[in-house]
């Protein structure tokens, strides 16, 4: 088994997976009392309110959310019958659909972020120096663009 013990990028990739997973955990379990929606529809409704225009087309959600578009659409699913999301003709193209955030998703976002930033704070940034918050972020952007490149190739 020496290919699984002692090559060290197993360390790097289980340590990035470990390390999200529990941070994602904690800040569920901070969250979970107040925020009735599931992690996933929380993502959702923070993407979107973080969108500078506000909307997106199902294809970008799931790049983003990093999901299937299969998933992607049970998800916008979950989330219009909840009443958060909106989803209207693309206007730049009337064959596609954009997805926006109803002005119920935009209160919930507003009443999340708070509570979710704090959670943030406390299990990430006040974890790190501001150095390593700029270079986990350099980081963290560089492997997202590359996994998406390679998934959109």
Request: with cysteine.
């Amino acid at each position: 088994m020496a290919l699984l013990d002692d090559d060290p990028r197993w360390d790097t990739f289980g340590l990035l997976l470990e390390a999200y997973r529990a941070v994602d955990a904690a800040i569920a379990c901070d969250t979970y009392e107040t925020i009735e929606y599931d992690r996933q529809v929380v993502d959702l409704i923070i993407r979107l309110a973080r969108t500078p225009e506000g909307r997106l087309r199902p294809a970008a959600i799931a790049a983003a959310l990093a999901t299937t578009r299969p998933h992607t659409s049970t998800l916008l699913d979950r989330a219009e019958q909840h009443g958060l999301i909106a989803r209207t003709p693309d206007p730049t193209d009337g064959r596609a659909t954009t997805i926006s955030l109803s002005r119920k998703g935009e209160r919930q976002a507003t009443r999340m972020a708070e509570q979710l930033l704090r959670s943030v704070e406390a299990h990430i940034h006040s974890q790190l120096s501001s150095a390593d918050i700029g270079n986990l972020e350099t980081s963290l952007r560089t492997l997202r663009d590359a996994a998406q490149q390679h998934l959109h190739d």
